[in-house]
Structure formats: C-alpha cells, structure tokens
C-alpha cells in the first residue's frame, strides 16, 4: 500500500529506528505488521499476533496510524527499509547515507545525547579546575604549556592583529602550527592580556571538544550507528591520559596534534567508505571508482586531507611518526583494492592527491616562514613518493592478476630498500631522524618513558590506570576487526585498525604515546560498549561484523540513526552497567590529573614571592625563581615573564640543594637568583646537613648544631612542610662595638602565615672591639642589651646599620 499523505518518510524513519532499539524482539512485530498491511488496506488489533503494549508503542510513535476505525502502516516502504538497513530517501530525494560529512540526518535524540557526551568531555577535563584557579591566578598544569604560553604572549605583543601574519614568519618553531593557531584565536578575541589568558586556559577544551565531534562523524561514517558515536565520545572523554593532556589550562602542543590526526583519520575514512558504498550499489567495479574521481566532493576532502597533513607535520615534534601509520594504511590498502579486483592506479588516486598538496604545503611552510627543520618538513614529500611507489607497483599486480599477498612480500622490500638509500644518499637527514628518535624514545622522565604494559602494574593493571576499563572492550573489538579485514572488504576499518596497531605499539615502548592510541580505540571501545549493552539485553545489538550482514550500507547492515528514552527499569541497569565500565575512568581522571597540577603550598608560594617582588620592586633576572626543573617555568611566567627555558633551573637545582652550604650560594647566583622554592623529596638519603634540610626542615633559623642562614628570608612554608618559599637577599649587616672576645646574641622573632619560629644568631665581638652580623629578616632585633630595627630596604639592599656601644 502506499504512504498516507502528509506522513514523513524521515520522522517515520526516525521513529521505526528508535521502537527497534528499544525491542530486542521489535523486528519480529514490525515483520508480522508488515505481511498483514500488505495484504489489505485496513486492519484491526485482532488481525495481528503481537502484544497489546508493543502495540500500543507502534500505533504512539506514528508507525501504525488508525484510519476509519481500523488501521494501517504509516509508511510501509519506510518501516521495511529500515528493516532493511536500505539508505532513506527522504523529502528533497537525497539518501541518507553514512558517506556524508554533513550533520543533516541527524534525530533529535541524536544531537541531544552527543551534546551530552562533548559536554562530558569538557567536563571531565575541568576536574582539575581548584588547582587551576588558585589566588587568582590561572595555573596551567604541569611544567611545558608554560613555554606555549611564553610564546603566545610574545607572538600577540609583538603582531599588529589579526592579519599580522608576518610574525608567524618572524618567529622559528619546532612545534609551528600549534603556536600559529594559538595567536591566533588570541587575536581573534582582541589580542589582550584576557584574550592570552584565555586562550591559554580554555583553548584545549574547545579542541577537545572539536576532535569529539570528529570521532563521532568518524564512528558513525563505519558504523551508521549513532548510539556507536555517542558511545565513542563517551570513551574518549573517560579516558585518563587523554584527559590529563588536554585538560584545562594544558596549552601544549597535545591538543592541536590530537585534533589534526582526528582530521585526517575522519578524511581518509570518508574516501574509503564512500568508495565502499559505491562499490556496492554497481556491479562494474572501475565505473564505481570513476563516480568517486567525478564527484566534486571527492576532491574537497582529499584537500582537507591534505591540510591536515601539512598541519600535522608542523603541530609538533615527532610529526614524523604519524606518517608512518599513512603510509602503513597505503601499503595494506593497495593489496585490499586488489582482492577486490579494483584499479589501485585509481582507488588511491585521491589519497596521493591529498598527500601532494600536504607535501607541498609542509615545504613552503619551511622554505617561505622557516617553520620546523628541512627534514620533518620534507617528511610527506617521502610518504607521497612511496605512495606512488606502492600503486604503481600494485597496478603492476592487478594488470598481471598475480596475488595480492605477494605485493605486500614486495612492498616490505622496497620500504627496506629505500630506507637504505635514504641513509647512504642522505646521511645527514638520517642522522638527523636518529636524533628525533633519540630525543623522543629516550627522555629521562620516568612517567612518559615507561611501557603501557608495564610490569610495575601488573602488565595488566596500566592500560586500566591509563585508559580505563574500555581498554580492554577496544581491544578485543580490534582483534575482531582484524578478522573482519582479512576477510571482507574494509578500508575504513583498515584504516583505524592500522592506525591503532602502529600507536599500540609505541605505547608498548613508551606510554607517551598512549594519548594518541586513545583516539581511534575510543571508536573500538564505543563499539565495544554498545555490543556490552546489547548482550545484557539492554540495547539493540548492532551487525556491522555479522558474518551475514553486508559491509556497505545496503541490506544486511543495520542503520541506526536514533536511540529512544529508556524505561524506569531499564535506565537503572544501564546505569549501573555503566558504572561498571566507566566506573575506574570516572575515579582515574581526577587521580591521574592531580599528577600534573599544582598544589595550594605551591600556589601559596607564587603569591608569596610575586607580593614580595611588588612590594622591594625587582626585576629580571633580580627576580628569577630556582626550583625543581618541572615546576621552574611556572614560577618564573608569573613572576617575570622568561618562562621559554628551565635550562638554568635543571642545570644547578640540584646541585644547590643537595650542597651543605647555601650561604656560600648567594655569591655563586651573582644577581641572577631572586627566590627560591623548595619541595619535599621522599628520599631518606637526604641528609640534615643538606640544604634541602636547612630551607625545608629548619627554614634557615638553624637546629641541628647549624647556624641560622643569613641571606635567605622565608616568605611562605605550608603546614606539612612540603613546599616553602624564600627570598635570597643580601641582608642588613648589623655591626657595633663590644668587649673584645665577648660572644653576643642576636635575635628576632619571624612569622609567616604558616610558621613562627625564633631566628638566633651569636657572634663575636673580634679582637678590634668591633662586630658584624647579616640577617636576612626585617624587625626588631635584640643584640646583646640593646634593640636594633631593621626595616626590609636594608634587607634587600644589603644596608649596614650601627648600633650603640654593647656593654
């Protein structure tokens, strides 16, 4: 029969999709709806064998509608195409295809619940929030974004605006385009001191968000299954590595190289997939690749492609490691295009064309700005130059009909070959690559450069701590798409199984690189989650790896545009099997967050020692901060603004605190140390001779059979004594007259917010009749029988004060 007028093939759609998700048995109803419907006009309750309730469902979601007293199928040829898995046409005759990158098909409950998962996704990236806004400052976490924040101011203070492009050029960058993009989005909200600070604390937030919107189109364009990208986006927000590194205020390059490889994956999905469904819908194989090369569409995301790689090649330093997943995706693709019996002369076509533009773009960026070295800037050009390689060589094989696994056998040899022209005919270039690979895979902190899968956690326990339980549903769902590739064709799936192998490896040597795996695992685990539910009979079951289900969107593949409301009953099990997977993530975010940033003593020692500064008016370097390495850019952005280098801090830090006398320090720093911030070190092997012991344990007033510190002032201890805060000052130097060989107490009481304590100093009165002693604290001191008044300018400018005769 045919479709009552006035009824919307999209809303019925929509609502048939829905009543399925929601029934686990729902097709079986809409099956037996559809045989009766067909075989007359009207129908009455009595006439089918379904349940009144599911009845009841169907006749208020407007799938059945009741016409004369009877009823019938709002629109029968809608309600069986999903049935189906068919494309819908809908009202202005384009299909609703998983080829699109548009947002037009999209339910109602589709937009609300991924709105729901990207504000999940900002939220969990504002655990940290306290630890940022403390004494009204806005601290970024960790010690590197302070570098990018260095720059960002520089580049803004020295730009006209926002079409100032020059500065960028003026400016040489290993990590360019993170800087570039950075500016400018300061421009863009004026190019003030707010803009800079905004920029700084929330840009990767907004990235974070942009790359889930990415993931979604991206788990959605393989799957047709919105619950699946809703699902995805739920796993990347949880995931804590990824979280801590693009959580607020962390202005590194993380965010910019995350949300580019989001790009190009979501690129080179949507041209692999849109060659999938043409594929399907013709028999000729060449005249389905020739509709792809003729839609103009084809050719604005290769372009877009092509940015994103030219873009990632500049975002940061190891670019070069995420040409080798691409080029890896090309290597396998042209031996999947040929068991496919398509022309991989044509089917790649697209790829290298994108990869040209990438190459080019990367090399004027160098040669015309200066922008990161020659050889990572030259990096593309030599995955564009194996990608032809490699197609031609595959349009070798196809022309000759000869199997594909041989190609691959082939590829292997010539990668190795051309490797080792690379070294002898570029010898330079190759040391250079050795030395990034040094400088990436060897770095001395212990966090990054240990395995995922590390026997310190149990090898187990460190992908849970590091990405949560979803870890392990993304895993087994990877094992499964390898399956699924060897034996259909997949690219999309290739694509993201390619990527997430190459990165699960690199975790496995380094976790720093666990961030990055956590972008295409989150589709697997998205994937996973939803095949969870669906076992437990709370959702659906999706069949985009059935055996007997097709790999396009044609029947065979179900497509699942929308989700409905749960009942009462089924939200309670829903929510406590999603305790169950994301429970661990929920609990490690905040935990794995709290790694990075700073705590009240350390905030409470930055606005000690900017107050001070203020108030004696120091300048650079008078006010430069030493402290540990990883906290020492932090200290220095605030205070004085030279946040580019830590060079100073890591070369003599330990040195100065592991020495026995910091007295003797002041004349080694020459005017080039203003403060100094202590931390505690669990370490028993610190001894109480230390200077450690004497600033943080003592506080320089001595103990111990020491004498108290004269050129260091306390400005700020917390209670446990984990962090303290001094200004080294050259000290008023008391001097007088005494009786020769008399030994004479010099003393004062000091208070802090944290800490009183009694500073007592003794000296003897020489030979001559004279004495001298330096403290480094204004106050009322009682030398011997008289009382003295220092005020802090003579502390801070090194005044000698008399005193009357001490008798």
């Known amino acids: 029969m045919t479709m009552s007028s006035g009824v919307d093939s999209e809303t019925v759609a929509e609502a048939t999709a829905a009543f399925l998700e929601d029934h686990t048995e729902g097709d079986q109803a809409l099956e037996t709806v ?319 064309g994108g990869l040209g533009i990438g190459s080019v773009l990367s090399i004027l960026l160098h040669s015309s700005w200066g922008w990161h070295s020659g050889f990572v800037s030259t990096t593309p050009l030599l995955v564009f130059g194996g990608a032809i390689a490699v197609t031609l060589l595959g349009t070798l094989w196809h022309r000759q009909r000869m199997d594909p696994r041989g190609l691959i056998v082939s590829e292997g040899i010539v990668a190795v070959a051309v490797l080792f022209l690379f070294r002898q005919l570029r010898p330079q270039d190759w040391q250079r690559a050795l030395t990034r690979a040094d400088a990436l895979f060897f770095r001395e902190q212990a966090t990054e450069t240990a395995s995922l899968f590390s026997p310190e956690y149990a090898i187990i326990l460190g992908p849970i701590y590091q990405f949560g339980v979803p870890f392990y549903l993304a895993l087994a769902v990877f094992g499964l798409v390898g399956y699924v590739i060897i034996r259909r064709y997949e690219p999309g799936w290739l694509l993201l199984g390619t990527y997430s192998g190459f990165l699960l490896i690199l975790s496995g040597i380094q976790v720093r690189f666990a961030a990055q795996l956590a972008i295409p695992f989150s589709i697997f685990g998205g994937v996973g989650v939803v095949y969870l539910v669906s076992m437990i009979e709370l959702a659906r079951r999706p069949t985009l790896f059935d055996e007997s289900a097709s790999s396009t969107v044609t029947p065979g593949r179900d497509i699942v545009s929308s989700f409905s409301v749960p009942d009462r009953n089924k939200t309670g099990y829903l929510v406590g099997i999603g305790l169950l997977i994301f429970g661990v993530s929920l609990i490690m975010v905040p935990g794995f967050a709290d790694q990075t940033s700073y705590s009240s003593a350390q905030a409470s020692a930055l606005d000690a020692i900017d107050n001070h500064t203020t108030t004696v008016d120091r300048e650079y370097p008078a006010n430069y901060v030493l402290s540990v390495w990883g906290e020492n850019r932090m200290y220095n952005h605030f205070i004085n603004g030279e946040a580019r280098s830590y060079g100073y801090a890591r070369s003599n830090y330990g040195d100065f605190i592991s020495s026995t006398d910091p007295d003797g320090w002041y004349e080694q720093f020459n005017g080039r140390v203003g403060y100094v911030v202590v931390t505690a070190i669990d370490d028993e092997s610190v001894s109480q001779e230390s200077t450690q012991h004497q600033l943080l344990a003592n506080l320089g007033a001595g103990g111990d059979d020491q004498e108290p510190l004269s050129r260091y002032q306390v400005l700020t201890v917390d209670s446990d004594r984990s962090a303290a805060a001094f200004a080294v000052v050259p000290g008023a130097t008391i001097v007088g007259s005494g009786q020769s060989g008399e030994t004479l107490n010099v003393s004062t009481m000091v208070s802090t917010d944290d800490a009183s304590f009694s500073y007592n100093r003794t000296v003897a009165v020489g030979g001559n009749g004279r004495f001298a002693v330096t403290v480094p604290y204004a106050g009322t001191y009682r030398v011997g029988s008289e009382r003295v008044t220092v005020s802090e300018n003579e502390v801070v400018s090194g005044a000698q004060i008399e005193t009357n005769n001490i008798e």
């Open 34 to 352: 559809l045989t009766v419907d067909s075989e007359t006009t009207t129908w009455t309750f009595d006439d089918i064998s379904v349940d009144s309730g599911i009845f009841g469902e169907l006749v208020s979601r407007g799938i059945v509608q009741k016409v004369d007293g009877e009823y019938q199928l709002a629109d029968p040829e809608t309600v069986q195409a999903v049935l189906d898995g068919d494309s819908i046409q809908t009202q202005d005759n384009t299909a609703t295809s998983r080829s699109t990158l548009s947002f037009d098909s999209f339910n109602h409950r589709a937009v609300a619940g991924l709105v729901v998962a990207l504000g999940v996704v900002a939220g969990a990236r504002m655990t940290m929030f306290n630890s940022v806004f403390q004494y009204g400052y806005a601290i970024s976490p960790a010690n590197d974004p302070y570098y990018f924040r260095y720059w960002l101011g520089e580049l803004v203070a020295n730009s006209s605006g926002l079409t100032d492009y020059g500065v960028l050029a003026r400016s040489s960058f290993t990590r360019p385009v993170s800087h570039a993009t950075n500016w400018f989005f300061a421009e863009l909200l004026g190019g003030s001191q707010w803009a800079v600070e905004t920029v700084s604390i929330w840009l990767p937030i907004v990235m974070s968000v942009a790359l889930g919107i990415l993931i979604y189109k991206l788990a959605v364009l393989l799957t047709d299954d919105v619950r699946v990208g809703i699902a995805s986006v739920l796993v990347l927000a949880v995931t804590p590595v990824h979280a801590t590194y693009t959580g607020l205020g962390f202005l590194d390059h993380n965010s910019h190289q995350y949300f580019w490889l989001g790009v190009t994956l979501l690129t080179l999905g949507w041209l692999a997939v849109d060659l999938q469904n043409r594929r399907a819908e013709r028999e000729d194989n060449r005249a389905a690749v020739m509709s792809q090369l003729r839609d103009t569409r084809t050719w604005g995301v290769a372009v877009l492609f092509g940015l994103s790689v030219a873009a990632g090649t500049h975002a940061w330093g190891g670019s070069p490691l995420l040409l080798l997943p691409l080029a890896g995706y090309i290597g396998f693709r042209v031996p999947m295009d040929l068991r496919a019996d398509l022309p991989p002369l044509l089917t790649t076509l697209p790829i290298i």
